[in-house]
């Protein structure tokens, strides 16, 4: 649970684009040396970049080094440097390294690749990161936060801290919480009112979902007024989007998330507002 004052950037998959993470790192280096209350909550899929034929095939998306090693030790140093501030959320392809299963959307088996060309030390790096990475954040200005769009099995929203990341070590209900909230995709508008509705009850009011783990060129898209993503992967540079919400705020709907005010370019608006 975010504070209710201060400032968030929330920031979805980055599969290893140094440049995309170094454009949100300095704005929020920006943003923390005015104000003590600014966090950073990163959706997850911080690994696993294109392959060189998909390189190839979409360059216009796809065409950068996969830097998934420097990211996530660069993105573990800043959380040492400012812990209380930087959240990480786990994704799909991250969970493929503490329990989950191997993804395979650029090679027949992601974990492994990436694993095989990482020094120990960012194995480890690998390991820390996401070992405790958490399933879901609320930002009490009314947005809930996850990799994926959960469906709304969920009963109380603290069941997600019984969830082990072994998938073989958890009940039906807690695998499947663990399943949805790190790789559902788009759920019916009645599906995430209902979401919405169990949190607002047992924690605190939330109006929109808002996830990462799905593309769209043109770098957000919002299916209805209950969920918004802000897409990083998957968008050409130009389009590219994050949040910058403020936590003291009560934003009611999706389409009360603004382009060029909390729904920003990352490479374009102008940072210095
Ligand atoms: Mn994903």
């Given at each position: ?21 170094d ?31 998909a390189?190839?095939?979409r ?5 950068y ?29 991250d ?45 009490p ?16 929203y ?32 009645e ?46 540079p ?36």
């Open positions: 649970m975010l504070p209710a004052r201060g400032k968030a950037l929330i920031s979805a998959d980055l599969h290893g684009n140094f440049a995309d993470f454009a949100l790192r300095r704005r929020f280096d920006t943003l923390r040396a005015g104000d003590d209350e600014v966090h950073w909550v990163l959706l997850g899929d911080l690994v696993h970049g294109p392959s060189p034929a390189r190839a095939r360059p216009e998306i796809f065409d080094d996969d830097a998934s090693p420097e990211l996530v030790e660069a993105v573990l140093e800043l959380r040492r440097q400012h812990p209380e501030h930087v959240h990480v959320l786990l994704g799909n392809h969970h493929g390294h503490v329990g989950g299963a191997h993804t395979q959307k650029f090679y027949d088996d992601e974990v492994t690749t990436l694993e095989l060309r990482c020094t120990p030390a960012q194995r480890a790096a690998i390991q820390e990161l996401f070992g405790d990475a958490l399933l879901s954040a609320i930002a200005c009314g947005l809930l936060l996850a990799h994926g769009c959960p469906d709304d099995h969920i009963r109380a603290l069941d997600l801290d019984e969830v082990d990341l072994h998938l073989d070590a958890n009940n039906p209900y807690h695998s499947h919480l663990l399943a949805t909230f790190t790789r559902s995709y788009g759920q019916h508008a599906v995430t009112r209902r979401l919405l509705a169990r949190i607002s009850e047992d924690v605190t009011p939330v109006q929109v979902m808002v996830h990462g783990h799905d593309v769209d060129v043109a770098g957000w898209y919002s299916e209805s007024e209950h969920q918004l993503s802000a897409v990083v992967f998957g968008a050409p130009e389009n590219k989007r994050y949040l910058e919400v403020d936590l003291s705020a009560h934003y009611k709907g999706a389409s009360a998330l603004r382009p060029g005010v909390e729904l920003r370019r990352i490479h374009g608006d102008d940072p210095t507002t």
